[in-house]
């Protein structure tokens, strides 16, 4: 069992930076596939980005590419989230999930989510 806590959402202007954090509970958080997901209010929860459990592999959206870079510290538990140059359309709850085994973008594969931080960027 892995239970997962975000933190690190806020208010932020276009152009502006945040980082998420997502602390994971457990001894065997190596092991995880850790992914970033998001969900805009009327839209369906949507891949954002993904680190495998070594860390040494990372997966992006398409639309984040460029801005936004995942990484994590086994030795803290804890992935991370640091989102530059925001647009108005990164406005969500952003999730964090992980899963015993390689990457997916399916949010239907990942058996552990936190309960999500709302992103508000504005124009």
């Known amino acids: 069992q892995v239970q997962l806590v975000e933190s690190g959402g806020g208010l932020v202007q276009a152009g502006g930076s945040l980082r998420l954090s997502c602390a994971a509970s457990?001894?065997?958080?190596?092991?995880?596939?850790m992914s970033w997901f998001r969900q805009a209010p009327g839209k369906e929860r949507e891949f954002v980005a993904a680190?495998?459990?070594?860390?040494?592999?990372?997966y992006y959206a398409d639309s984040v590419k460029g801005r936004f870079t995942i990484s994590r510290d086994n030795a803290k538990n804890t992935v991370y989230l640091q989102m530059n140059s925001l647009k108005p359309e990164d406005t969500a709850v952003y999730y964090c999930?992980?899963?015993?085994?390689?990457?997916?973008?399916?949010?239907?594969?990942?058996?552990?989510w936190g309960q999500g931080t709302q992103v508000t960027v504005s124009s």
């Open positions: 999930a992980a899963r015993p085994g390689g990457y997916v973008s399916n949010y239907v594969s990942y058996n552990y």
């Open positions: 680190i495998s459990g070594s860390g040494g592999s990372t």
């Open positions: 457990g001894r065997t958080f190596s092991i995880y596939t």
